[in-house]
Structure formats: structure tokens, C-alpha cells
């Protein structure tokens, strides 16, 4: 499994022989300016919530691409008015796809699309292919929670957990989850793009590596395999 960061909090995860997208916020981010959202590939696209810095180019590449949307039954309704196809899930459910596994897990948010309408309950996704398990929290504050992900779906190779702190958990309360998930890898996101979530990084990786905790800040357009 490789993924690569967008910015902010986009992924593109390529698995054996799907691509899925994770928030496509691009266009919109200054600092993701080299990346060509035209000249992105997806098969899925996984979305977290309805805020603007989650949703702002799924659209676009939606329709480009074919690619199906994964999320609350609200974002996939709403898509579905634009004839964008989606399969909707719900908060501990999960759903099989020819790539794997999702689970949809809790998250403690809030989640309207830009013109204020009602974006569904926000969530986040555990991914299973048969060699990979992959958190990814979404926009969340530290819950109780995600001491459930290990105990019932299982171990996990990495969590990418936000950082950015503000809007959603810091430092500090990202290494507390990474400690309920039991997980020793950590990928950090949803941190520097505007000035509310600005972060120091040598701190960061100063308080992950003496909680014995591995954090892996990627540069936008770079990539983890796992």
C-alpha cells in the first residue's frame, strides 16, 4: 500500500490495483499548488465530512474520474444529486469493496456543507486489504473511542491521526490516541495550512519519539508504503 500526501488532510492511497482518494482539498490549499488535481487517478473517493477543506475538489474529480464516493448517507446523497454514484455507510458499519474492507468510525466533529446545510454525523475509516490495516481519524478530537479500534477490528500497520490542533486534536492529544489505538506509527495531517493549525514540527517529533511513538511528517507530493 502507498500513500501519498495532498496536503492538509488528502491522501491518495494506492492499494494493489484501486486508488482511493481521501478528502480532496487541493485546489483551495496554497501550499499544494504543484499538485494537479487533473492528473489525479480514483477509483474511490473517501470522505470524512462536508466541510469545504475536506469536499472542495471531489466534484471535479468525481465526475473526470467515475470515481465512487464512500461516506455518510448525507455526503452521498448529496452527491448523488449531481450523478455522482456513492456508497453510503454509517457509524460502526462496515462494507466490503473489491480493494478491501472499510469500517466507518466515530468522530467528534461537526460536518455542514459551505453553503450551511446539513452534512451528515462526521466519521473516519478503518481500511483491510488482505496485507493492510490503515486508520485514518478524519477531522476529531481525542475519544475514548478509539481504545476499540485494536480490540475489534485488529492491529493496525499505521494511523494518521490530525495534529493541527484547533479545529481538531494537537500534539499532545494525538499521541494519547496513538496510545488508545496501539499504534506505534503514526502519520500526521490537517496541520499547517492556514495559521489556526500552524505547528512546531521539531516538537512534535520531539513528544512522538519519547512516547517511543514514530511520527512521519511527509512533504506534500511525498509517499509512505506500508
Given at each position: 500500500m502507498k500513500i501519498t500526501y495532498l496536503g492538509h488532510a488528502s491522501l491518495?492511497?494506492?492499494?494493489?490495483?484501486?486508488?482511493?482518494?481521501?478528502?480532496?482539498?487541493?485546489?483551495?490549499?496554497?501550499?499544494?499548488?504543484?499538485?494537479d488535481i487533473d492528473k489525479l487517478h480514483?477509483?474511490?473517493?473517501?470522505?470524512?465530512?462536508?466541510?469545504?477543506?475536506?469536499?472542495?475538489?471531489?466534484?471535479?474529480?468525481?465526475k473526470r474520474t467515475g470515481a465512487k464516493i464512500i461516506s455518510n448517507?448525507?455526503?452521498?446523497?448529496?452527491?448523488?444529486?449531481?450523478?455522482?454514484?456513492?456508497?453510503?455507510?454509517?457509524?460502526g458499519g462496515k462494507a466490503k469493496f473489491d480493494f478491501g474492507t472499510v469500517h466507518y468510525t466515530n468522530a467528534i466533529h461537526s460536518s455542514s456543507f459551505?453553503?450551511?446545510?446539513?452534512?451528515?454525523?462526521?466519521?473516519?475509516?478503518v481500511i483491510e486489504t488482505n496485507h493492510h490495516r490503515l486508520y485514518i481519524a478524519g477531522d476529531t478530537?481525542?475519544?475514548?473511542?478509539?481504545k476499540l479500534i485494536p480490540e475489534i477490528i485488529g492491529e493496525?500497520?499505521?494511523?494518521?491521526?490530525?495534529?493541527?490542533d484547533n479545529f481538531t486534536m494537537g500534539i499532545d492529544q494525538a499521541?494519547?490516541?496513538?496510545?488508545f489505538l496501539d499504534c506505534n506509527k503514526i502519520l500526521?495531517?490537517?496541520?499547517?495550512?492556514?495559521?489556526?493549525?500552524?505547528?512546531?514540527k521539531n516538537e512534535a517529533f520531539t513528544k512522538f519519539a519519547n512516547s517511543k511513538k514514530d511520527l512521519i511528517l511527509l512533504p506534500i507530493g511525498g509517499n509512505l508504503k506500508i
Open positions: 491518495s492511497i494506492e492499494t494493489r490495483d484501486k486508488t482511493l482518494l481521501i478528502d480532496p482539498f487541493i485546489t483551495g490549499n496554497e501550499l499544494a499548488k504543484d499538485i480514483a477509483d474511490y473517493i473517501l470522505i470524512t465530512h462536508a466541510h469545504q477543506d475536506h469536499i472542495l475538489d471531489v466534484e471535479a474529480i468525481a448517507y448525507e455526503i452521498v446523497a448529496h452527491y448523488a444529486e449531481k450523478g455522482i454514484e456513492g456508497h453510503p455507510m454509517n457509524h459551505p453553503d450551511g446545510t446539513y452534512g451528515g454525523q462526521p466519521g473516519g475509516f478530537a481525542l475519544t475514548y473511542d478509539m493496525l500497520d499505521l494511523a494518521v491521526l490530525p495534529i493541527g499521541i494519547r490516541a496513538s496510545k500526521g495531517y490537517h496541520y499547517d495550512t492556514f495559521g489556526y493549525i500552524e505547528i512546531d
